[in-house]
């Protein structure tokens, strides 16, 4: 379960010690001794508006609500059986079968079945064989794996051959063919991201048919990937309310001015983020990355005095020293990013001012118990949205310098959609005077 609230007034004594000024959807704010107020923004909601007006810290423990399972403050909706649904919606969709889709003649032929889940903190997990899917529920949607532990046996040897999730939809219907990213009850469903353990990303895609009336979507990867695959192999159709972070990476087998200059995927709904460059043979692959809090919570009659960014590195496959450049850059009109959106914020982090601190240098990196932890230098405090949203982009100084690779020099970073609460980022922002509003509500938990 994650209740980020409790979680960081837990790893932080100091602060918990401090009266509580104020709180919102995305932060919550202490005063300080010396009369300022120390704000600590995170992506993902960590506050709901309770019915008597009230916030409240989330937690996405799932709990019996009705004959299915939720939590307080939260629309998704799960069912033993795997239908997930948005509450007071008419989307919903249920993956039943695991399979084989052939792209040519349109057949799909199962191989597993899903059988019932069962309940474990925020997670449904059903498993058949080596097929396990994982229901997550998460503060702004529901994550969906498909987690594949070894090559399975049977599943076609065509070469239109797809191993794919079946899931049947309803409140939304496609014409028959491959789908992207799509949209339904105010909630975004992301094109799908599927790797196996070495990071080898797959070509995985979606297909809409209707068959007996009944509106089904397939996702999946070739068949013919799963046989160079390193298990597990993980595939990921999530759908979101709001992302507040992503990556995207451009890829050009055998250009490097290519593949900083196009996009090629963007991922919004990642556990990790992804930033630096690398050359894999003739592949050239540049990743930036994208934040977003919302920071109107301080007010227009605030003062900003202080301004930091805290992220946590999970992997380093650096070879060579670089700076994580902190880039002021405004991609609201790229909110949420999506495919048509993708190639503006890619050029757009590019040709953006950096900060004059950056968030750090990778010769700092040194991974203890698997993570570590940055804090940037002072940021520019008017760079801080007092009354909407604070985005900024980030970018490796070679990317930025154009600077050709000649292996791999990327590292990995919690995003808001971390299962770990004290792995995501946060923008502490100290301001003075001002704010947005109270709340009387002094629950840790």
């Known amino acids: 379960m994650a209740n980020w609230v409790a979680d960081f007034l837990t790893r932080n004594p100091d602060k918990a010690a401090l009266p509580i000024a104020l709180r919102a959807k995305h932060s919550i704010h202490f005063k300080r001794p010396d009369g300022q107020v120390e704000a600590n923004f995170t992506g993902a909601p960590c506050h709901f508006q309770d019915t008597d007006g009230l916030w409240k810290p989330l937690d996405t423990k799932l709990i019996v609500i009705g004959s299915e399972y939720g939590a307080p403050g939260l629309k998704a909706r799960i069912g033993l059986d795997g239908t997930a649904r948005i509450e007071g919606g008419i989307y919903s969709h249920r993956s039943t079968r695991i399979g084989v889709f052939n792209s040519q003649t349109k057949k799909f032929v199962t191989a597993k079945t899903i059988p019932l889940g069962a309940i474990q903190d925020d997670k449904l997990i059903a498993e058949n064989d080596v097929f396990k899917r994982v229901l997550t529920l998460t503060e702004t949607g529901l994550r969906e794996e498909i987690i594949i532990s070894a090559l399975p046996a049977g599943l076609g040897t065509l070469v239109n051959d797809w191993a794919v999730l079946e899931t049947a939809i309803t409140g939304v219907s496609f014409p028959d063919g491959w789908i992207d990213d799509f949209s339904a009850d105010g909630f975004m469903f992301p094109p799908p991201l599927t790797s ?114 805290k992220m946590v590195c999970i992997a380093d496959w650096s070879a060579t020293n670089y700076d994580i450049q902190i880039v002021k850059q405004d991609w609201s009109a790229q909110d949420p990013l999506s495919d048509a959106n ?10 953006g001012t950096a900060d004059d601190s950056i968030l750090g240098n990778t010769v700092d990196i040194a991974i203890v118990d698997g993570h570590y932890h940055f804090t940037s ?33 990327e590292i990995q970073i919690a995003s808001q959609e971390n299962a770990t609460e004290a792995f995501r980022p946060i923008l502490t922002v100290v301001y003075t005077g001002g704010g947005a509003s109270t709340s009387h509500f002094f629950s840790m938990f």
């Open 377 to 409: 230098g002072n940021l520019s405090t008017t760079w801080v949205n007092k009354v909407g949203n604070t985005y900024y982009s980030l970018i490796s100084s070679l990317d930025k310098a154009a600077t050709s690779p000649t292996g791999t020099d």
């Open 342 to 351: 993708r190639e503006a914020a890619y050029d757009n982090c590019l040709a």
């Open 196 to 309: 196996d353990a070495a990071r080898n990303i797959a070509p995985c895609k979606r297909y809409a048919r209707t068959v007996g009336g009944v509106q089904y979507i397939y996702t999946g990867v070739p068949v013919s990937w799963l046989a160079d695959a390193v298990y597990p192999v993980t595939i990921d159709p999530d759908f979101v309310e709001d992302a507040a972070d992503g990556y995207i990476y451009g890829s050009n087998d055998g250009t490097y001015a290519t593949a900083r200059s196009t996009s090629s995927v963007y991922n919004i709904t990642a556990t990790s983020l992804y930033i630096g460059q690398e050359k894999s043979g003739t592949l050239y692959t540049c990743i930036r990355l994208f934040l977003k809090f919302v920071t109107s919570a301080i007010g227009a009659g605030s003062t900003v005095t202080q301004n930091n960014l």
